[in-house]
């Protein structure tokens, strides 16, 4: 399959220079999104994952392009997943905090999303699965440009024992509850059905497919066809589901004969809850090991170290990426949006700052990051920033707030072990001064005595 991939790719490079029919002209790509919850950088075999098996997604790099710096834009569900639908670092947006089952608010009906701007340009939408950006009436995904919807509005955690909350869990579908409790033993397969017959229905218009699995998030869940079937465990076999979807959605779209012009990116919205707190242990129904790994990076989910925001980045087009490739460039989830709406031939909002970049020229050629800066905050703090080689963070640290520098070059020392400000004074201050100019534009929280 590699080879026909590889062949089909030379074949269209040297056709670059012929001039394209009226039916590649018009015929805008269709999009598909899948977003994993709380995986981490380590949790899949192409990622260095030891004992659990991800074929599919295996496949999906090797015949794609597999990314080493692709960051979430936070380390949390919330701000992540405003950031990935508005292009934007959800200080923006103000959706800095994860909301809960009772929170009112939600999404900003001033956001253009992704599902509107590429709906404005003809495209079908849908989103299926974890939503947590509103769960109350005017932020429901349909009132955000998504046609459907078919999933749960927040964490498959936010019942009771674990959140104190009286609104039971319950799957929804567009804006109608329709499942109370739960059956999250099927809920991967059920989303991955609902994706299916989406792509089916496609009908040869142009579509956007959100896929928002809500596992790995504990509480953990799969069905009995997957249970006790891989050598990792729970969460193991929770993985190898989620890898089953994506050979189930890949599928979907080669017998619709869709798959050369459709985009799948596999992704994650931060890094793996390793430091639950100890609500989640009441009643024994959650185990400290029930969460994934980072791998060799440190830190976890609600962290601004690497393994709490660099998440595995798939991407797959066969019309346009070669297979093969693994860039270690810098990019991040923000930049799907722009990237999206540059395919769909859409225009990127104007009239707001726009942090995501078009990364379509890396993902075909390893070519380099359009990105000078990241940006790591959580909540609405800036802690830290990277460049191409450097990252410093500063912090406070213990009860008494003093002020932690440190600098890692990412390039010798991603896993950063070795702090080595006091050595590169110049490097400190260049951070620092961009740190300070970005949260003067964004307001931003700095270290208190930074």
Not at 23 to 41: K, S
Not at 56 to 71: K, V, W
Not at 299 to 313: D, F, H, I, L, S
């Amino acid at each position: 399959m590699r080879l026909v991939r590889l062949a089909f790719f030379l074949t269209f490079t040297l056709c670059v220079g012929c001039a394209p029919s009226l039916e590649q002209e018009t015929v805008p790509p269709n999009f598909v999104l899948i977003f994993a919850d709380d995986l981490g950088y380590g949790d899949l075999s192409s990622y260095g994952h030891p004992t659990i098996r991800t074929p599919n997604l295996d496949r999906m790099a090797a015949e794609g392009i597999r990314l080493t710096s692709f960051y979430a834009a936070a380390p949390a569900c919330t701000p992540s997943r405003a950031a990935l639908l508005t292009g934007r670092y959800a200080i923006r947006s103000g959706l800095v905090e994860v909301l809960g089952p009772d929170t009112e608010g939600g999404i900003p009906a001033s956001e253009i999303t992704l599902a509107e701007a590429l709906k404005a340009r003809g495209y079908r939408t849908a989103a299926i699965g974890k939503w947590h950006l509103g769960s109350q009436g005017g932020y429901f995904p349909t009132e955000h440009g998504f046609d459907s919807y078919f999933g749960l509005l927040y964490s498959n955690d936010m019942m009771r024992p674990w959140v104190d909350t009286d609104r039971p869990l319950q799957l929804w579908r567009d804006t109608e509850p329709i499942e109370h409790p739960v059956q999250q033993n099927t809920l991967t397969e059920r989303y991955t059905e609902e994706a299916e017959r989406f792509i089916r229905a496609s009908a040869g218009e142009p579509f956007f497919l959100y896929l928002a699995h809500s596992m790995p998030h504990v509480p953990l869940h799969t069905s009995e066809r997957f249970r006790g079937t891989s050598r990792a465990g729970l969460y193991g076999d929770v993985i190898e589901t989620i890898d089953w979807s994506t050979g189930r959605i890949l599928q979907a779209l080669r017998e619709a004969g869709l798959e050369e012009n459709t985009l799948v990116v596999f992704t994650s919205d931060n890094g793996p809850w390793m430091y639950m707190p100890d609500r989640m242990f009441r009643e024994g129904l959650i185990q400290p090991w029930d969460a994934g790994t980072a791998g060799p990076l440190r830190g976890a989910k609600a962290t601004t170290y690497e393994g709490g925001m660099r998440v595995p980045c798939i991407v797959y087009w066969p019309a346009r990426i070669p297979p093969g490739q693994v860039t270690l460039e810098l990019a991040s989830t923000m930049d799907l949006y722009t990237t999206f709406l540059l395919l769909a031939g859409a225009d990127v909002p104007g009239d707001r700052p726009v942090d995501g970049k078009d990364i379509m020229p890396m993902l075909e050629s390893e070519g380099t990051s359009p990105h000078e800066y990241f940006y790591y905050m959580y909540p609405a703090r800036l802690e830290a920033l990277r460049d191409a080689t450097w990252k410093l963070r500063i912090t406070a640290s213990g009860e008494g707030g003093a002020v932690v520098t440190e600098l890692f070059n990412l390039s010798v020392d991603p896993y950063e072990r070795f702090n080595v400000a006091d050595d590169n004074p110049d490097v400190v201050a260049r951070l620092r001064a961009e740190m300070e100019r970005f949260a003067a534009e964004t307001g931003a929280v700095l270290t208190p005595g930074h």
